[in-house]
């Protein structure tokens, strides 16, 4: 066979895809930037970058090869990932030996070997000794097949975590079978239970008061919701140095878990829009709940259209809907550019720790958004004429 890059007669192929050839490490680093088009990464590349990026994957190829489908609690995720970093970074393992390993179902053993034979310990490694059977059975990911299997599994686990806050009726029959109130709730205990915070794009996260939150310079708006995982999952323990969205997750973490709040009470609480009530009834220190202004909304009842606004600003998978164009200035925008213009400045706005929804919401229905937003961003160059809406509306006699 020919090199690929030279020519030269060579019989040595890329270990990885076994098509192209190369006569040295030279010409196959030459020729990278064209090979890598065709040539497909596996999983253990994807992981050893996310490694080092100190981001955890989010192929679906990943995640189940590597056990990371196998964690349904959001910690063992984290834990997990903590240990592939801790490996990978401590003999400079390479994805193609990581690669070897898994394909040879040597993965569980080698991670021990390395481990006991070098005399090295860690938190991770302590965890993963309790926890082995995340990474036995490992298979190749096949697709819609694979996809399947991640359901179903995952639909029994959850199960299985929801069960004791069930009625003994609600127990035996389907989620989907549940009335729409209950059933939302049910995906709101999974979210709690398995350690997550409501995604932002999701209705959850405005009903239940995370979008009332404070959130100024947490967010990774190319990767919405991803960045300050690691602060959300943190114990319960030292309330007062988390995020306010941090100590809201542990509030329900301590009704549903601690108190033993069942879905029927949550559900009435919810659709009598009254959940916040049941958290200061039912919790330990909440007086920070009525100083930060959280509020949640029940079952059916419209929210602040701030909120909407918030989630289009933070979340690129949210579209622009009617009422934040019309109340927050879209509808004066002429072009894309325009938009786009509109929209970095309340992302910057949202960074100011001067910044306060509440008042953005008076503002906006006080028909004074340029003023209120000009106090907040004194040194930046507005245009009122994109900052004008409807309000404050007349009065109908």
């Known amino acids: 066979m020919k090199c690929n890059f030279c020519k030269k007669p060579t019989s040595y192929c890329c270990s990885r895809c076994k098509i192209k050839y190369y006569c040295s490490k030279s010409c196959q680093k030459k020729d990278y930037a064209n090979h890598v088009l065709v ?22 190829a990943v995640l189940y090869e590597y056990g990371f489908y196998n964690c349904v609690i959001c910690q063992d995720r984290i834990m997990l990932f903590g240990l592939y970093a801790d490996f990978i970074k401590l ?66 686990k959850f199960h299985s ?115 916040l009530d049941l958290l200061k009834k039912k919790c330990d220190n909440t007086s920070w709940l009525s100083a930060s202004k959280i509020e949640t909304i029940g079952y059916n009842q419209p929210n602040k259209s701030v909120y909407n606004l918030e989630q289009y600003i933070l979340s690129e998978a949210v579209g622009l809907i009617p009422s934040v164009r019309v109340d927050y200035g879209f509808f004066n925008c002429r072009t894309k550019d325009e938009e786009k213009q509109l929209k970095n400045m309340y992302k910057k706005l949202f960074l100011t720790p001067q910044f306060d929804a509440h008042s953005l919401h008076k503002a906006c229905i006080t028909g004074k958004l340029f003023k209120y937003i000009s106090s907040i961003l004194p040194n930046d160059v507005l245009r009122a004429d994109l900052l004008r809406n409807p309000y404050p509306l007349k009065e109908i006699d």
């Open 39 to 60: 040539c497909p990464q596996r999983s253990a590349d994807i992981l050893v970058k996310s490694v080092f990026r100190d981001l955890i994957p989010t192929k679906n």
């Open 161 to 275: 975590l929801i069960k004791p806050y069930l009625s003994k009726h609600d127990q035996t029959i389907l989620f989907k079978s549940l009335p729409e109130p209950k059933n939302y709730i049910c995906t709101f205990y999974l979210t709690i239970l398995t350690g997550y915070l409501p995604r932002i794009e999701q209705k959850l996260w405005i009903d239940f008061g995370f979008c009332s939150c404070r959130i100024h310079g947490k967010y990774n708006y190319d990767n919405s919701y991803k960045e300050g995982i690691y602060e959300h999952v943190r114990p319960i323990a030292g309330n007062n140095d988390l995020s306010e969205e941090a100590r809201l997750k542990n509030l329900y973490w301590e009704l549903i878990v601690q108190k033993g709040c069942m879905v029927d009470e949550f559900t009435d609480a919810y659709v009598s829009g009254t959940v």
């Open 91 to 156: 003999i400079d393992c390479s994805a193609s030996q990581l690669h070897s390993w898994w394909e040879n179902g040597e993965l569980l053993i080698n991670i021990k070997k390395v481990y006991d034979d070098g005399g090295y310990t860690s938190g991770y490694y302590k965890w993963f000794l309790k926890n082995e059977h995340l990474l036995q059975g490992l298979r190749k990911y096949e697709g819609i097949k694979s996809d399947n299997q991640i359901a179903d599994n995952l639909s029994n």
